[in-house]
């Protein structure tokens, strides 16, 4: 099992929706990020929340990360094709010396037109 | 374009081949991390260095090693290689040694092993 659990690991919507993909855990992060990956591309960082209930907004996207900082989730809002791509979070577990950021198994999303 | 370049971009080798992959961060990060992604197990960190010195270390085989240079580009070997090691392996750098900030990431090396 990953430390980072998100769901669901695939979605096809049409454009214009909306939707929501979650990343929950049970243990604390410090800080948490979300990455969108394209194909043959490595992730490129969209936001970092660091504090407990901070919601962050990018455009169409709306991130939110849980009071006791152990899930995140991203919103988006009338998808559009180019919102498709693999979304990924990743964390900074509390405590750790290291500072290893672990990344969630990923959200492959597909919107069509 | 991240600033972080990563060669070669593919590579197919045999099993129990040894395969170097390189990669060189953007200009002024000191930290480089390798990463490991497959399809069934997402990304799975390997290895961080830190202006020359290991920070922090994943699940990284023994098969696997790395280090980072004084010009602080960083190699990723992998020996005895075996089919399970096909993969995207990626490498990221950022500023500082971890924190809140941002990973940047290379377009990957794609490993197949055959």
């Known amino acids: 099992t990953q430390l980072l659990e998100q769901s669901p690991q695939f979605l096809s919507i049409q454009e214009g929706e909306n939707l929501t993909v979650y990343c929950n855990s049970s243990?604390?992060?410090?800080?948490l990020q979300w990455y969108r990956q394209e194909p043959g591309e490595g992730p490129v960082l969209l936001v970092t929340v660091v504090t407990g209930g901070e919601v962050k907004k990018l455009k169409r996207l709306t991130f939110q990360f849980g009071d006791a900082r152990k899930d995140s989730s991203l919103h988006i809002t009338a998808a559009q094709t180019g919102d498709t791509g693999l979304y990924l979070c990743?964390?900074?577990?509390?405590?750790?010396?290291?500072?290893?950021?672990?990344f969630g198994g990923g959200t492959r999303l597909m919107v069509k037109p | 374009d991240s600033g972080v370049t990563q060669t070669p971009k593919h590579l197919i080798t045999a099993t129990g081949q040894r395969v170097t992959l390189r990669c060189s961060p953007r200009s002024g990060d000191l930290s480089v991390y390798w990463y490991q992604q497959s399809l069934d197990q997402g990304l799975q960190f390997l290895i961080q260095?830190?202006?020359?010195?290991?920070?922090a270390k994943g699940n990284i085989l023994e098969r696997f090693s790395a280090q980072q240079f004084p010009d602080l580009h960083s190699e990723l070997n992998l020996s005895s290689l075996e089919l399970g090691d096909s993969a995207l392996y990626f490498c990221?750098?950022?500023?500082?040694?971890?924190?809140?900030?941002?990973?940047?990431f290379g377009e990957g090396s794609r490993l197949t092993v055959l």
């Open positions: 260095y830190y202006n020359g010195e290991e920070r």
């Open positions: 990221a750098s950022s500023e500082g040694g971890g924190g809140t900030g941002e990973l940047f």
């Open positions: 990743a964390g900074i577990l509390f405590n750790n010396a290291g500072n290893m950021l672990t």
């Open positions: 243990s604390v992060f410090s800080s």
